[in-house]
C-alpha cells in the first residue's frame, strides 16, 4: 500500500506544485474532509480500512455485564468531529484524534496495554486500525485531485 501511496505522490506532486497556495489550500481541506468521512464511515461500520472486520470484543459473563455498553459497536463517540478532526493547508492535508480520544485510539490502533479504569486491571487490546488507507482511500484522492485541476 505504502508503495501506492508513493506512486500517487510522485504523479500527482508536481502538478499539485504548480498551483496557487490558496488554490493548495483548499484542494488540501476538501481532501482531509474527504477522508475523515471515509474514516467515519469504516469506524460507523466496524472495518479496519483494508475492509476487514474488527477483531470482536471479548465475550462478558452475563452476570458481570453492567448495561448496555457491552452489546453496542465500538467508537461510538471518537468518531464524531469534536474528536477526529480533519485539517488541510498548503502543504498538507491531515485526519488526528484529538484530546483523550488521540490516547484510545492509539492503543486501538496499535493493539496496545492500558488499564480498563484508573483502579482496574490491565489489559492488552487487539489491533484495531481506526486510521488508514486502502486501495479505494488512494482511488478517491486521485479522482479527486483531477476533479479539482479540471475545474470541476
Known amino acids: 500500500m505504502t508503495d ?18 490558496s488554490e493548495r489550500r483548499r484542494l488540501a481541506r476538501d481532501l482531509a474532509r474527504h ?8 469506524i460507523k461500520a466496524q472495518r479496519e480500512p483494508d475492509g476487514s472486520a474488527y477483531t470482536p470484543r471479548k465475550r462478558q459473563r452475563a ?3 453492567a448495561g448496555a455498553i457491552r452489546r453496542r459497536a465500538m467508537f461510538t ?4 468531529p469534536r474528536y477526529l478532526k480533519a485539517k488541510g493547508n498548503a502543504h498538507e492535508a491531515s ?3 484529538t484530546h483523550n480520544a488521540a490516547r484510545i485510539a492509539r492503543i ?9 479504569n484508573a483502579d482496574g ?4 487490546y487487539p489491533q484495531r486500525r481506526l486510521i488508514g488507507y486502502g486501495r479505494h482511500d488512494i482511488e478517491s484522492i486521485r479522482d479527486r485531485v483531477l476533479n479539482h485541476l479540471a475545474g470541476e
Open 108 to 116: 486501538h490502533q496499535y493493539g496496545l496495554r492500558d488499564q480498563v
Open 77 to 80: 463517540k471518537i468518531r464524531l
Open 4 to 21: 501506492d501511496l508513493t506512486a500517487l505522490e510522485d504523479w500527482l506532486g508536481p502538478l499539485i506544485r504548480k498551483l496557487e497556495p
Open 35 to 42: 477522508l475523515r468521512r471515509g474514516q467515519v464511515e469504516n
Open 121 to 124: 486491571p490491565s489489559v492488552e
Open 95 to 97: 485526519v488526528a484524534f
Open 63 to 65: 452476570r458481570d455485564r
